[in-house]
């Protein structure tokens, strides 16, 4: 049975967080990855994901939120390795007749594969079971074009080829080389399929609560027309049907533009960083904003930055190498998934998750003029049982303002290095108050009532 109260709308007071059925306020966070749907490796078929391995890591982390990863193309040439790279299953079925250009059966536009979309329904309805939220990415700009040269073009073995498909559907339209027309709607047979597509998407998942839907994952900053039809379209197939579940816009790459992204009709964006990306910058509440280290650094991030996003009314979400031996970034970046930073930032993923719980979060906004830190979320003046969330990034003492406070708080601290709590004793007075954490590193101040 799934778990999870839904679907997600945008809460009616604070649009900075997704209400679940109960009206309540929710922080979605968690840790995502690039093979959670579609097996990815060198060998065709490549090494099986161990997907209920995955679950059982989001779930030692307290995670609630992941995105499920797709792959428009079934093979890619890399350059940097001189081989081929697979991604298996695809939403078409391959039949031929004819040869592909990876030597494979050409697809059949005409005809879905069962396979991909009962292993998405699967993986949904069991995240569901273990109490997560899955954002369904239903196409992606790295599919389409050469973003980085190490990984080379996978447009070669894209199914919207004129050479890999059946049905004399040609996504480059114009011979230039890479499919980047298929995120614009210059070709009417190629958004006729996309459009069936997302349709067969609707109807595999539509009906389960812990649903949302990311139209792309980074396509290029041409594509906004494209992602806008298909918000809309999607919007329009869910007003006939029971559950209607929120629609998110990931900011493009290159191209990429905030200001396109708050005026779309999407429930939530993922934004690409401001000045600083260490620095996330407020959430004005125009929308629920999953701000994801993927689209601020490909793979980067720490605690501090999470904290951080959090006391800004962010939702804080990491692009996390994992541990799939699979995972061909692992062979061209040489990153290591079990590096203590990302460690540390699975960890206070949670401890964010479980402190939101603890709060009525839809009375809280960001309020860095009430921590000399400038990271807080606070209730507002009036508020009855007034609360306060102060983020200290560095070690030392900081201050709150607590002039408008008419009743006496508590304190309690949270540690980041390990997510001890300890009691810091009432706080009285009015003013600035001088707060000293219990430790030599970051700390985070919770006053309550």
């Keep these: 049975m799934n778990k999870l109260p839904g679907p997600l709308r945008v809460h009616p007071t604070n649009p900075r967080y997704f209400a679940d059925a109960s009206g309540r306020a929710l922080l979605l966070t968690g840790s995502?990855?690039?093979?959670?749907?579609?097996?990815?490796?060198?060998?065709?078929p490549p090494p099986e994901f161990d997907y209920e391995q995955f679950l059982?890591?989001?779930?030692?982390?307290?995670?609630?939120?992941?995105?499920?990863?797709t792959w428009e193309h079934g093979s890619c040439p890399m350059k940097a390795y001189q081989k081929q790279l697979y991604f298996v299953p695809t939403p078409f079925v391959r039949s031929g007749p004819g040869v592909a250009l990876d030597g494979l059966p050409r697809y059949d536009?005409?005809?879905?594969?069962?396979?991909?979309?009962?292993?998405?329904?699967?993986?949904v309805m069991a995240a569901g079971e273990r109490g997560f939220y899955v954002s369904i990415m239903l196409f992606d700009g790295w599919s389409i074009e050469e973003k980085n040269a190490e990984y080379g073009s996978p447009w070669a073995g894209h199914f919207f080829h004129r050479d890999n498909n059946s049905n004399g559907v040609d996504g480059d339209p114009d011979k230039v080389g890479d499919g980047r027309a298929t995120h614009h709607l210059r070709n009417p047979a190629v958004t006729r399929v996309q459009e069936r597509y997302v349709r067969q998407v609707i109807e595999t998942v539509g009906d389960l609560p812990n649903v949302l839907y990311e139209i792309s994952n980074e396509s290029n900053g041409e594509a906004y027309a494209w992602h806008n039809h298909l918000i809309d379209f999607i919007h329009e197939v869910e007003s006939h049907r029971p559950m209607r579940h929120p629609v998110g816009f990931t900011v493009p790459y290159p191209g990429g533009?905030?200001?396109?992204?708050?005026?779309?009709?999407?429930?939530?964006i993922s934004p690409k960083p401001g000045q600083d990306q260490n620095d996330p910058e407020i959430a004005d509440g125009r929308k629920v904003i999953l701000d994801d280290t993927d689209h601020l650094w490909g793979i980067g991030g720490d605690r501090y930055w999470a904290w951080k996003s959090f006391c800004r009314g962010r939702n804080p979400l990491f692009m996390d190498p994992y541990t799939s031996k699979s995972i061909w970034v692992d062979e061209l970046k040489n990153w290591n998934p079990d590096d203590d930073r990302w460690h540390s930032l699975r960890r206070n993923l949670g401890y964010i998750r479980h402190l939101a719980e603890k709060?009525?979060?839809?009375?809280?906004?960001?309020?860095?003029?009430?921590?000399?830190?400038?990271?807080?979320?606070?209730?507002?003046?009036?508020?009855a049982r007034p609360t306060l969330i102060?983020?200290?990034?560095?070690?030392?003492?900081?201050?709150?303002?607590?002039s408008r406070v008419r009743t006496g708080l508590k304190l309690q601290w949270l540690n980041p290095a390990d997510g001890s709590t300890s009691?810091?004793?009432?706080?009285?007075?009015?003013?600035?108050?001088?707060l000293k954490p219990p430790y030599a590193h970051d700390a985070v101040g919770y006053l309550h009532t």
């Design 109 to 123: 536009l005409e005809k879905f594969d069962p396979i991909y979309f009962q292993r998405m329904r699967q993986r």
């Design 56 to 69: 059982d890591f989001l779930t030692r982390h307290g995670h609630n939120f992941f995105r499920l990863w």
């Design 359 to 383: 709060v009525d979060l839809a009375a809280l906004t960001p309020r860095g003029e009430l921590s000399s830190t400038g990271y807080c979320l606070a209730t507002a003046d009036d508020a």
């Design 257 to 268: 533009d905030n200001e396109k992204l708050l005026a779309s009709g999407a429930e939530w």
């Design 423 to 434: 009691e810091g004793g009432p706080i009285g007075g009015k003013g600035k108050v001088t």
């Design 32 to 44: 995502h990855t690039w093979d959670n749907l579609q097996d990815v490796g060198w060998t065709n």
């Design 390 to 402: 102060a983020y200290q990034p560095t070690a030392g003492e900081f201050s709150v303002d607590l």
